[in-house]
């Protein structure tokens, strides 16, 4: 963790404590949820449970809340990934069977900042991803790397599959088979470097440190991800899920 990211930290947690601490004072003074709901509260947007999700607003600890809320609801998902520049071209729902298909679909070519070959998926994996571009993955390019991230490179979302082990196919199916899942293989930079898990993820130096970092930071936006450290399946991609048991590896 570089010395920007550890302040970052630091700050996230001294302002969740601080929110709690205003939280609880308001509530216990009665009128919390007036002075939150009313047009011209003096709480900011991205402090306040009961406004929509801003992709590109500051994290806080009421961000999570904000956004299951736009993940369970399509128009809100959509508003925010178009208030944030994201390109997702609504498409109609694909209907395969019980197993495969993709709702609230679309089709997505650009992030914050960052471009991605277009590429169908859900509404739900879009926004997780755009969250993470903005908050994890510009950042961690900018403190290690010294430049932005000008493409995600992927390989693919939807796939009516079931899951692949190391065993073997499984039974279960797979979440790429609704598109709840992404599979990103590296990143093209401004300056011109291209970085991939494959090549990169074991050298030395700050490739190495960049790419473990987002692996890492990923967690906070999709409740399941598998990388290189996982098994040998994973050895030239990171697996991003949006459901799941909640596993960061």
């Known amino acids: 963790m570089t010395q920007n990211s550890g302040r970052r930290r630091y700050l996230y947690l001294a302002a969740s404590f601080v929110f709690r601490i205003a939280v609880v004072?308001?509530?216990?003074?009665?009128?919390?949820?007036?002075?939150?709901?009313?047009p011209k509260t003096p709480v900011p947007s991205h402090w306040n449970p009961l406004r929509d999700l801003s992709v590109k607003a500051p994290v806080t600890p009421v961000t999570k809340y904000q956004l299951n809320r736009a993940l369970a609801d399509e128009m809100?998902?959509?508003s925010a990934l178009s208030d944030a520049g994201a390109r997702f071209e609504a498409m109609d729902d694909l209907v395969v069977d019980q197993n495969c298909g993709i709702t609230v679909r679309g089709l997505l070519s650009q992030l914050v900042t960052s471009r991605i070959d277009a590429v169908e998926t859900s509404c739900k994996t879009t926004l997780r991803l755009a969250m993470w571009e903005h908050h994890v993955v510009?950042?961690?390019?900018?403190?290690?790397?010294?430049?932005?991230?000008?493409?995600?490179?992927?390989?693919?979302?939807?796939?009516?599959?079931?899951m692949r082990t190391a065993q073997g196919q499984s039974s279960r199916w797979s979440?790429?088979?609704?598109?709840?899942s992404i599979d990103i293989v590296g990143v093209e930079l401004a300056d011109g470097r291209a970085l991939s898990l494959l090549s990169d993820w074991s050298s030395a130096g700050p490739e190495a440190a960049f790419l473990r970092q987002i692996g890492q930071g990923a967690c906070d936006w999709f409740r399941v991800v598998l990388g290189?450290?996982?098994?040998?399946?994973?050895?030239?991609?990171?697996?991003?899920?949006?459901?799941?048991?909640g596993f960061c590896r």
């Open 25 to 38: 004072a308001i509530l216990l003074g009665g009128g919390g949820w007036a002075l939150l709901a009313h």
């Open 228 to 245: 290189p450290e996982y098994n040998r399946l994973h050895a030239d991609h990171f697996h991003l899920q949006g459901p799941g048991w």
């Open 175 to 180: 979440s790429h088979a609704t598109a709840d």
């Open 76 to 78: 809100q998902c959509r």
């Open 138 to 162: 510009q950042p961690a390019a900018r403190d290690f790397l010294g430049t932005g991230v000008e493409k995600l490179r992927h390989a693919g979302s939807y796939n009516c599959r079931r």
